[in-house]
């Protein structure tokens, strides 16, 4: 575990109540793993099911925590990032309460600082989302 739920806050920009992750898995030069227990006091959790809007910023947040984490690494400071474009999203499922998300993050592309990602949520074995996002980060 590279980050945990006690210090992800350290790296990403989000503050309780909107952080949608736990625990920055994995990060390295092709992408990053994440982990994220659905809560009871989460703000998209609606009929027992988390929404869609938390699992795309779950993505997101995924994203802030690996680049942050490689930034801090490399001796620099976590950089912030803004979603510039979502496309090819398909959901498929919705996870319930006091389940876990696992998250992949898949980098497919670089152009100077903006960076095309695939992210995939799943729980239990699961699809839930996929989609593709360009991340602009501030240099």
């Known amino acids: 575990m590279l980050l945990t739920k006690e210090n992800?806050?350290?790296?990403?920009?989000?503050?309780?109540?909107f952080v949608m992750v736990d625990n920055l898995v994995s990060a390295d030069e092709t992408g990053f793993k994440s982990t994220f227990k659905v809560e009871e006091n989460n703000?998209?959790?609606?009929?027992?099911?988390?929404?869609?809007?938390?699992?795309?910023?779950?993505?997101?947040?995924?994203?802030?925590?690996?680049?942050?984490f490689v930034d801090k690494q490399a001796g620099g400071k976590p950089k912030i990032g803004f979603i510039g474009g979502i496309s090819k999203l398909n959901i498929h499922a919705l996870p319930t309460l006091n389940k876990t998300i696992e998250t992949t993050v898949t980098h497919l592309?670089?152009?100077?600082?903006?960076y095309l990602i695939?992210?995939?949520?799943?729980?239990?074995g699961e699809l839930l989302v996929t989609c593709e996002m360009k991340i602009v980060v501030q240099e």
């Open 109 to 114: 592309h670089q152009f100077e600082n903006i």
């Open 43 to 68: 703000l998209f959790l609606k009929d027992g099911k988390l929404q869609e809007p938390a699992l795309i910023e779950n993505i997101a947040q995924t994203v802030a925590a690996g680049f942050g």
């Open 8 to 17: 992800i806050t350290e790296i990403i920009p989000q503050q309780a109540p």
């Open 118 to 124: 695939k992210g995939e949520n799943f729980c239990d």
